[in-house]
């Protein structure tokens, strides 16, 4: 019964990862493609073109991916600082109008971005931030923290304040209570948290170009118009190195994560 | 000498008032205990003492220094939570030193004195095991051990038996006790459990809808309940309505009682006559 259902588990898992690798290798397939006329079943010709534009071309690899980086770490940080404070206010603190910002913090995952982004972007031309990371930082923060904040409201509401108040009256500080027993329970919320906003700016398009004026280069914003230009090498390429990148950074966070664990409890 | 005074302490929650004039004075290194049933704001009082809850009335002295005003982590009172409140991220041991580390002993001290509250609380050896790894029984000793470990001035327990089973409850009020003899620090405890109060502290305060209606020595409340709901929470008991007229007391029935007392119209209450015995195992 057990070995059956682990053989299932197992079929489930395969085709699964079938689904999404095998048209993913069709994209690293095409990233290499010089001409690929129909009906061949592999391209007919091999080429180096998308590379060579990728790492030496309008945009360098390495900035692009710096700034891209960059901006998604520095928005990913703030957002989840600023979820864990709000939802610190309105779960624990239980402030006057929590309603309301349960509601305004949910907003920007019902209103469309392209919507929005054009209000925010003459809120940024008259505060002089548009063209600048800071205002692409903004927008960004806009678009992720509905679900950094919907993340740590459960998380926060989950771990409450029990054992906050134990630590307080055994006479640990307000603060060093949050941070010897609160905060290391909320660790699992903020690392999604944090995963979450990062892959959510990671990923603008539209919003990058709106406030960032092109003046902001990150890897979705050169990415998108090759797809719809058409050029699919180009677009491949860019796409291998769009999943990679995030791939990369991921598995990174993972083990530094894990490494800080196990420090902590040493 | 008094230790703990509270005087027309009021306490209100958001609107509500749920400690609307509370007094208390507990003597130095006595064990009292707080009874009434649930809601009646025992729990809302321990939190007000330890500074959880502040008070919007009156004031809280502790050894003739105000502490109304005290945020909790500056009071020296601890409480035992009924649900034990132990630190999932810490080993027993690290439970046990937590108020030591906050108040900056260093690693080794920590770590005998640890180990030493444990032995107290008959868990010698369970230092190194993680909290999910423990029964209730013995998380409650940990709570203990852990609240002992910061030598607090109060010891506060908030009904810290009723998440245990009956068997269990037996030996760790034995050990509280016990503990209470040798640290010899003032002690409230709250409980619903009128056996509890009764047999275990000093004094006892029963209390109804926020107010303390009767606080005293357990034998003297159970023979002289100041009040009819004091008798009434204590055990079943049975009035009669009737009036006294030439010194004799009668009821609509046919009980006639000569009672030397004015004329007027009473409430006389029948109770069992005894305190009953504890019953031991035979």
Redesign the interface.
Known sequence: MNKKKNRLLRAVLVLTAVIILVPALVIVLWSFTGKWPWPHIFPATWSLRTYEELIFGTSPLPGLLGSSILLASIVALLSTVIATMTARATEIYRVPGRQLIRYAEFLPMVVPGTVFAMGFQVTLIRAGLNDTMTGVVLVHLVCGLPYAYAIMTDMTAAVGD??E??????????T??FL??TL??LVPGLLSSFSMSFIISYSQYFTTLLAGGGQVKTIALVLVPYIQSGDRALSSVYSVVFVGSALIVFAVFEKAVKRANRGMQQ | MIKLSIEDLQVKLGKNVILPDISLQVEEGAFISLLGPSGCGKSTLLKAI???YPASKGTVQLNGREITDL???K?????V?Q?M?L???MSVAENVA??LK??KVGAEQRRSEAEKLLSDVQLEGFGDRRIHQLSGGQQQRVALA??LA?RPDVLLLDEPFSALDENLREGMRALVKELHQKFRMTTILVTHDRQEAMSMADKAAVMMDGKILQYDEPTEIYHHPADEHVAEFFRDCVYLSGSVEGGVFRTDGRIELPLGIDDGTYDVMLKAGAVPEKKEAE
């Open positions: 029990a054992l108040e134990q630590a307080q009256v055994l006479g640990a500080s307000g060093k209570a010897d027993v290391p329970q | 330890a500074g959880i945020p909790p982590h009071r020296n009172v601890v409480i939570f649900d409140r630190f999932p991220n937590y108020p906050i108040r852990r609240a910061a």
